[in-house]
């Protein structure tokens, strides 16, 4: 899939590929100071397990994705979502939600752990938050 959005006087290009760069990964989520973009040939590899990956270009650069996994019929899970801040305020974020939706529509359930900092964006994509279950982890990563 392949899809075009024009404005701003740029071109992006949105597109479900699972095939990605270290490189790319790396500029993507260190941008966004995330630390697993420390890790840029484990997330090669994440991404090519994902169920779902859409992606934003500007050209032949990665500015955005958003990544999910699912059990094939009833609920899926947003893992990922991120946008190179250069490119806030674009509406890449929103778009990507949309899609994913969209991707999902007969899902009964789409899930996201949500930062509490982006809460209010969820909550305009059409998220609700949960007032009786909390995110928990085993993990080693920072952000």
Same mark, same amino acid.
């Given at each position: /899939?392949?899809? #075009?959005?024009?404005?701003?006087?740029?071109?992006?290009?949105?597109?479900?590929?699972? $095939?990605?760069?270290?490189?790319? #990964?790396?500029? !993507?989520?260190?941008?966004?100071?995330?630390?697993? %973009?420390?890790? *840029? $040939?484990?997330?090669?590899?994440? /991404?090519?397990?994902?169920?779902?990956?859409?992606?934003?270009?500007? %050209?032949?650069? !990665?500015?955005?994705?958003?990544?999910?996994?699912?059990?094939?019929? /009833?609920?899926?899970?947003? +893992?990922?979502? #991120?946008?190179? *801040?250069?490119?806030? %305020? !674009? &509406?890449?974020?929103?778009? #990507?939600?949309?899609?994913? &939706?969209? +991707?999902?529509?007969?899902? !009964?359930?789409?899930?996201?752990?949500?930062?509490?900092?982006?809460?209010?964006?969820?909550?305009?994509?059409?998220?609700? &938050?949960?007032? $009786?279950?909390? *995110?928990?982890?085993?993990?080693?990563?920072?952000?």
């Amino acid at each position: /899939m392949v899809h #075009l959005f024009e404005g701003d006087n740029m071109n992006i290009e949105y597109k479900e590929t699972h $095939d990605f760069t270290r490189e790319q #990964l790396e500029e !993507l989520f260190l941008s966004v100071e995330w630390s697993s %973009g420390h890790y *840029p $040939d484990k997330l090669v590899i994440a /991404m090519k397990n994902f169920k779902t990956v859409i992606s934003a270009w500007d %050209g032949d650069k !990665l500015i955005g994705m958003i990544c999910a996994m699912d059990d094939g019929i /009833m609920n899926a899970y947003v +893992h990922y979502l #991120l946008v190179n *801040p250069k490119y806030h %305020g !674009l &509406k890449i974020g929103r778009t #990507l939600v949309s899609m994913i &939706k969209e +991707h999902y529509k007969d899902y !009964l359930r789409i899930a996201v752990i949500a930062y509490d900092k982006e809460l209010h964006f969820y909550e305009n994509c059409g998220f609700e &938050k949960s007032k $009786d279950a909390s *995110p928990m982890f085993i993990t080693s990563l920072w952000t």
